[in-house]
């Protein structure tokens, strides 16, 4: 089946630094990725669309500056979250879509001190 | 825009029991899909089912079913049998056809508890 990766699945930094995550299809190339933010016990908010070549789409009210998106290649795209603070504490999830479906990485847990 | 509502934010259900978990959305599109996922206190979201729209015929996944009722924008999920391993929360998900986009809607969940 098609399997999606997600690295680090949990990070701690401090206030001002700045974390990539990454999201990998393992056997299937996508040209869409999404990534989510869930806080506890709540839905996904869709954060961006990340399309391979090109800038990614993101959702109203989500910082396109602290949140950089690059979707280098067919089976990769990372998510940087620039400048963190306590408040970008959250679960972040990356998705790929094939065949119509839509398949999770594991999610990311980042703190931020 | 397209909207998911599951007005049910918790569910509990004896194990070897049925539930039904509630789904409705709103859209003016006719051709669309529709998906159960399950997000266990891991929280890896696993697809349970899914539903073309242009098919009347309800999807069924071993003791997963779904009941879609397209004029009325509803699609439910009944688990039969229930297992523990079936707690977890549950999100309902609407998704455009592939050449309007790929963008999925969620709904906001169910929380199952599963009593043994």
């Known amino acids: 089946g098609a399997v999606v990766s997600q690295h680090p699945s949990r990070v701690i930094c401090k206030s001002g630094t700045s974390v990539k995550i990454e999201c990998r299809s393992l056997d299937f190339q996508a040209t869409t990725m999404f990534w989510y933010r869930q806080f506890p016990k709540q839905s996904l908010m869709l954060m961006a669309t990340s399309n391979e070549g090109s800038k990614a789409t993101y959702e109203q009210g989500v910082e396109k500056d602290k949140f950089l998106i690059n979707h280098a290649s067919l089976t990769l795209s990372t998510l940087t979250v620039t400048s963190a603070h306590p408040e970008d504490s959250s679960f972040y999830i990356c998705?790929?879509?094939?065949?119509?479906?839509?398949?999770f990485g594991p999610g990311t847990r980042l703190t931020v001190l | 825009a397209q909207t998911v509502t599951q007005s049910q934010p918790e569910m509990s259900v004896q194990e070897a029991e049925t539930v039904t978990l509630s789904c409705t959305y709103d859209?003016?599109?006719?051709?669309?899909?529709l998906f159960w996922y399950k997000q266990p206190p891991s929280r890896q979201m696993i697809l349970v089912i899914r539903?073309?729209?242009?098919?009347?015929q309800n999807a069924t996944e071993n003791r997963f079913s779904v009941n879609f009722q397209k004029a009325a924008k509803s699609f439910s999920l009944k688990i039969s049998d229930s297992q523990l391993g079936d707690a977890a929360m549950y999100f309902c998900a609407y998704r455009n056809q592939e050449n309007t986009g790929n963008q999925f809607y969620f709904g906001t969940g169910t929380s199952l508890t599963v009593i043994p």
């Open positions: 539903q073309e729209a242009y098919k009347q």
């Open positions: 859209t003016s599109e006719s051709d669309y899909y």
């Open positions: 998705s790929a879509v094939h065949y119509n479906e839509q398949f």
